[in-house]
């Protein structure tokens, strides 16, 4: 027995993988599943599901990864990293199987470095600049309550892709919705300014929940995280004021043109590159 | 969620809002240090994996989690404060730390680590 | 296991030592000594010498001071990364130095070391970090040498160290060469990939291969006769190996890779000697060594003050967590005051 044989017993079954130190899950989500669209199943608009989450999921990982060398403390890098390679890896997955459904073909990058912002179908709340720590968390508690209720119901959806790329993601975002929820918590219920900052940041984003539900309507799911929080937090709900405009319509608010910019640059700099 | 500090708790706790860190010299909102234990898998004992900070235990298991396993599910995390922890007296002083006592953690030839580097 | 935790414990144990039952220095410093030649670790609570530990938490807090700010250079390149697998990779691998920060800082910690003292200590520009990480990188292909030259130096260099004479810092040296055996191999691939790319992307692999290979060979530190601490250090059995010693390895190890990638090392120097069974390679420029460890390098001062920025920005949910925790512990002892 030595202290060294709990890291091989932590990566054992993937002693080739060296992916074991990259974030989550080990297993290949899609392993045994029957990648074939089922027939009967309208593929134009599984393929446009699949764009639209995973466009959430893109957008959100970037302003994630906006917080690298900028976190609070060592271990959020780590944690926001964690949640980050989390909906990088549900991005990935959910363009291919577009991809697929959609019959062209296109993989992963096409998606992702080929449109321009109108074609992108990403929530605007995913594409709000970073702002401060409250405000990432409070998002992240919002995006990861709704997407589990939306993912949650996906993982019995007809497509088995769609179902188990989503049955994998509820694992990850119920682990996302909490450490958001824990935070929220402690920002709320902390000092006079961290109170004052996670109020703040509950009324930016207030005004983007009603394209939230109308594109999947988790109203009481989200509403039950919030009042479950705030309550602890000892802050107010947000006052819902609708906002005009759905991203999903491909409306979106002027930050999302210079996120895909930096996103997208390298990659359109170079046609013909490979990488 | 544990007790406050032992050091903390002696102290008559009069100031509202002050908190344990600024009463211990640490004036930077400074978060304590635990220890960190993890159980691989069924079967194996918790083994203390290294230490990270956090300003509560609920804080601590996550950091843990994050850092120490990836969020590798099936594993079983301990976290303690690391002022919690007692110890034995130093190895020179107490016939307790013979080898075989020791032996969770003093295993220097354990490692067999080449010394080239991994090869490309 | 237990860990020298606060200074209030280190200080009262220290006390009951020297006022209990203590051996005279004099044996004390032989069990240490006894210990270093049997080749066996030095624990947190062995008794050591004032200049093993001072040695130690230096070099240690260095380490994970480089791991940290080494988070920055390839850390601008993931919202910028030309793939999602890159970006992935990307991701990934900085938040691995991170992590790696954390486990080294962990081990300092063991010695008696406050983190928050040694993060103050670097931003001040108190204490060092691995010069390496004060150069720019202007292009995607930087990426991938970083990971090739720099992660296979950082190889060469902590592989030894996992047989360092202080435990908790070989332990987590351990832990951070499985963890980092696929830093250099993504590296290498990447370049690999652009080799096979556009005529646009070898360039770039070459141009990166010129910035990063002689500040590579610098990572390893001064020449044997100008490096002052290394020579207790091999006594105390925390270093291995000599700088050059190690130096040596790097350039043997990375001409075959060069070859095999296409690249040309930028050294006119650079033959194969057949006699010692080794490389012969050119006199980096120490002076300019000097200058970036002196703070002049090309980013140092972008460097230090985006640490310093994020330290300082998240001071406030630092202390929200902690005043959070205060409130908690409190509620739950009027809780426990009522049930009583």
Known sequence: MSDDHVYLSLAEGHEDDTRWAYGTGFEDPLHGVDTAVPEGLDAARLAADCVALADDALVGAQRLAEWTTRAPELEEEVALANIGLDLLGQARLLYARAGRADGTGRDEDAYAYFRDPQDFRNVRLAELPGGDFAFCVVRLLVLSSWRLAHFGELSSHPDPVLAAVAAKGVKELTYHRQYAAEWVVRLGDGTDESHRRTRRAMEQVAPYFGELFTAYDARDEVVAVLRQVTGAAGLPMPVYRPLPGAGRSGEHTEHLAPLLAELQGVARAHPGATW | MSDSAPGTAAAPDTAAGTVPALRQGAPRGDWPLYEVFVRGKRGLNHVHVGSLHAADDTMALTHARDLYTRRNEGVSIWVVRSEHIAASTRDEKDPFFAPSADKVYRHPTFYDIPDDVPHI | ?340
Request: hydrophobic share 35%.
């Open chain 3, 1 to 340: 296991m237990p860990n020298e935790w606060s200074v209030g414990k280190l200080v009262s144990m220290t006390t009951t030592h020297s006022a209990g039952t203590a051996l005279p220095e004099q044996s004390l410093q032989e069990h240490f000594d006894a210990t270093i030649a049997r080749d066996q670790r030095i624990e947190p609570r062995d008794w050591m010498p004032d200049g093993y530990r001072k040695t130690l938490v230096r070099q240690i807090a260095q380490h994970a001071h480089s791991e940290i700010i080494g988070m920055q250079p390839e850390g601008e390149w993931i919202t910028r990364a030309p793939s999602l697998r890159r970006k992935a990779i990307l991701f990934a691998k900085v938040q691995d130095e991170a992590g790696h920060g954390l486990y080294l800082y962990s081990a300092a910690e063991t010695l008696g070391a406050d983190r928050a003292d040694l993060t103050e200590r670097l931003i001040e520009g108190r204490q060092k970090y691995s010069s390496i990480f004060n150069y720019p990188t202007p292009t995607f292909a930087d990426v991938g040498v970083i990971g090739w030259f720099v992660d296979g130096a950082a190889i060469c260099n902590q592989v030894p160290l996992c047989r360092s004479s202080y435990g908790p810092y070989a332990r987590a040296m351990v832990r951070i060469c499985k963890e980092e055996s696929f830093h250099q191999r993504q590296g290498y691939e990447l370049l690999m990939t652009m080799m096979r790319g556009t005529g646009a992307q070898r360039t770039m692999v070459q141009e990166a291969v010129d910035r990063w290979w002689w500040p590579s060979l610098m990572m390893f530190g001064p020449p044997d006769g100008d490096s002052p601490n290394s020579a207790a250090s091999m006594a105390w059995k925390i270093k291995r190996h000599s700088n050059d010693e190690l130096r040596q390895r790097f350039v043997d190890m990375t001409v075959p890779q060069a070859e095999k990638l296409g690249v040309t090392l930028p050294d006119p120097d650079l033959r194969w000697n057949a006699e010692r069974g080794r490389h012969d390679f050119g006199t980096p420029d120490w002076s300019e060594l000097k200058r970036v460890i002196g703070g002049d390098g090309p980013r140092n001062a972008e460097r230090l003050e985006r640490r310093r920025s994020a330290h300082q920005e998240g001071a406030w949910v630092r202390e929200a967590a902690t005043a959070y925790a205060a409130k908690q512990a409190r509620r739950v002892r009027a809780q426990e005051g009522a049930v009583a």
